[in-house]
């Protein structure tokens, strides 16, 4: 078997996309960055040098040849300083060619590295991922950070070839003029500290746009989601308000941040300029005095004319590095969520018996067994709790725009210490005992991955993914046809088949749009079905359809799943006609326990599935 062919921009041995990032501080984050892309950061970094570097030698070797040659007539002197010059140049044009093909190379990785990050950290979390990020973050970490960490990367490698370019043409400078040299080498860092006080604003506006942006982001995906409901209530025109006014805030925002910027590069534009000048003036100077031969002057006006790059190129540095931090932040809060349970631990037996100490229900194996509750949040706890999976939490919380300096800080300070809070809290949640056992052994000590495989919990909510019929019943393919055709027979589906032109390759949409809500529970109930778990627990799987409809599945799903441990959580008594025992929960604990016709004459029973019954019975 051959191993499968590295694409053109697969990561180099050197970057493991699954590495744990440092996640001390936004700066530690991009170093760590930096270093995962291995050899690719140093080659950019070299080849910017090849590139820069032949600029910064130019006006010396013209200078040369005006005084070794033109001066003297020295046609042979002339011509090999040329020639000299002339390689310079081929040289960087080289060294530039290079330097870009690295750069998209890195920006490349840059975006793919932080999606793929990104997708291995929204896996893991699976069902937690919003409740501890909020969408529109997970959305601009993946489409927006990417993208700013490759042009942020990109600048460190260039600001590190414009220092050694603009510490050659120092020296060269030093060695013609000594005077000269030494107003470059203090006026640039001066230079360079003025117009610090301008970066805290910058970066302030950049956190500002890019935490509401996230916020227009997260709101434009619920308006998406639930266009159909919005549109049923006739709230369009609110929520489209709420967008135009969050929109407009955003707008807002980035006018403020692109002020900033244009003050950065006006800063930056105006020093160059005066350092350009004063060079200028102090070289004529010093050629009248004699100090300075012609050759000398046009060097150093070269100089004056080069170094005005490296000072831009330190300015953009500063202006990609604030908006990579502040990318990085945001980064962080994301890839710094963990799961709250163990990784690892005993397999889970199989078939075996479930039992949930807060209710006292207890699920036998190879038996079908139904939930009733008058209280539909206590049979979903009860979902949750058998599924392994956890109650809500509030999500990630970022900073407030509006505040400033000490608030911020404070706010952040605060931000932190609540998420070391909330770890420290999951990981006592991940130590002690869940309140569900397996044949008397707690979930807190069964492996995840193989409770997931086993216990599978299929409720309402589920989600319907873009693709063809086939992919949305067979998500990862590994079913035969004729298991897909049965599972979709006994969930009733089979009419959505004839409905689709091209059958199993006929297009659905994303979250099912273009179905109806009774189509896309059958479909959800036939992709449950098919993965034909140990214990199956279904939430409501016929709550959107009709009464016949709901027979049909009510026999077939009996039958289906006979000898197999399921729960169906309803209140339907076409389902619960089929149960081998049937629970009644009151006030969240089991108060009852029977079949469905021991449980006629109870109350709380009967209170549930009245209205039920008379349809049925009818």
Same mark, same amino acid.
């Given at each position: ?30 170093f760590w960055l930096i270093r995962s892309y291995g050899w690719v950061v140093p080659a950019m970094t ?104 490759? *042009? ?69 995906? &619920? ?112 890839? *710094?969520? &963990? ?44 979902? &949750? ?76 909510? *589920?989600? #319907? ?91 077939? #799903? ?16 076409? #389902? ?43």
């Open positions: 078997m051959h191993a499968p062919r590295r694409g053109r921009y697969d990561f180099p041995p050197a970057i493991d996309p699954d590495s744990r990032p440092d996640l001390r501080s936004p700066s530690r984050f991009l070299l080849a910017a040098s090849s590139w820069m570097v032949p600029a910064a030698l130019t006006p010396w070797l013209l200078g040369r040849a005006i005084d070794a040659g033109v001066s003297r007539g020295d046609a042979t002197a002339t011509l090999g300083w040329i020639a000299l010059l002339l390689l310079v140049i081929a040289v960087g044009v080289i060294g530039g060619i290079l330097y870009h093909t690295f750069a998209v190379r890195e920006w490349l990785l840059g975006i793919y590295g932080t999606q793929r990050r990104v997708s291995r950290q929204a896996t893991r979390l699976g069902h937690v991922l919003n409740r501890r990020v909020p969408t529109g973050e997970v959305l601009s970490v993946s489409a927006s950070d990417s993208d700013q960490f490759g *042009a942020t990367v990109e600048a460190f490698g260039h600001v590190v070839a414009a220092a050694v370019s603009f510490t050659i043409a120092s020296v060269l400078m030093l060695t013609t003029s000594p005077t000269l040299g030494l107003v470059v080498l203090i006026s640039t860092p001066l230079l360079l500290g003025a117009s610090t006080p301008v970066l805290r604003p910058l970066t302030r506006a950049q956190e500002a746009e890019r935490t509401e942006n996230s916020s227009l982001t997260s709101l434009a995906s &619920d308006i998406a989601t639930g266009l159909r409901i919005l549109r049923g209530i006739g709230g369009e025109r609110t929520f489209a308000r709420n967008y135009e006014r969050q929109s407009q805030k955003v707008r807002d925002l980035g006018i403020r941040l692109g002020t900033w910027q244009a003050v950065v590069e006006a800063i930056s534009i105006l020093l160059s300029g005066l350092l350009l000048v004063a060079l200028v003036y102090l070289g004529s100077t010093h050629m009248l005095d004699g100090t300075l031969t012609v050759g000398e002057l046009v060097s150093f006006f070269g100089y004056a004319v080069f170094l005005t790059t490296p000072m831009q190129v330190f300015f953009e540095f500063a202006q990609k590095w604030v908006q990579g931090l502040v990318a990085a932040q945001k980064t962080m809060s994301l890839l *710094a969520a &963990d799961v709250p349970w163990r990784t690892s631990g005993r397999p889970v037996p199989a078939g075996a018996s479930l039992r949930d100490q807060q209710s006292g229900v207890i699920v036998r194996p190879h038996r079908m067994l139904g939930i009733v509750s008058a209280d539909p949040d206590a049979s979903a706890a009860l979902a &949750d709790r058998l599924g392994r999976y956890l109650p809500e939490s509030d999500a990630e919380q970022s900073d407030d725009p509006e505040l400033s300096g000490r608030a911020r800080r404070s706010a952040r300070r605060e931000r932190l210490a609540a998420r070391a809070a909330r770890a420290a809290v999951d990981a006592e949640l991940a130590a002690k005992p869940w309140g569900v056992t397996a044949d008397g052994v707690d979930y807190a000590q069964l492996d995840i991955a193989d409770l997931r495989r086993r216990v599978v919990v299929s409720h309402t909510g *589920a989600d #319907l993914f873009a693709g063809t019929l086939q992919t949305a019943v067979d998500p990862w393919g590994t079913h035969s046809r004729e298991q897909a055709e049965r599972a979709m027979v006994v969930a009733s589906a089979e009419d959505i088949y004839d409905a689709m032109p091209e059958g199993w390759q006929g297009r659905i949409d994303e979250k099912g749009r273009g179905l109806s809500g009774g189509q896309r529970q059958r479909i959800v109930l036939a992709r449950a079905l098919l993965l034909d778990p140990d214990t199956l627990i279904l939430v409501e799987p016929t709550s959107a359809v009709d009464a016949h409809t709901e027979a049909r599945i009510a026999g077939r #799903l009996a039958a289906h799943r006979r000898g197999r441990t399921t729960v169906v959580i309803t209140a339907s008594p076409l #389902l619960l006609r089929q149960c081998d025992d049937i629970s009644v929960l009151v006030d969240g604990r089991e108060a009852a326990r029977g079949d469905h016709e021991q449980l006629r004459g109870n109350p709380d029973y009967h209170r549930v599935i009245a209205r039920g019954m008379e349809e049925s019975d009818a």
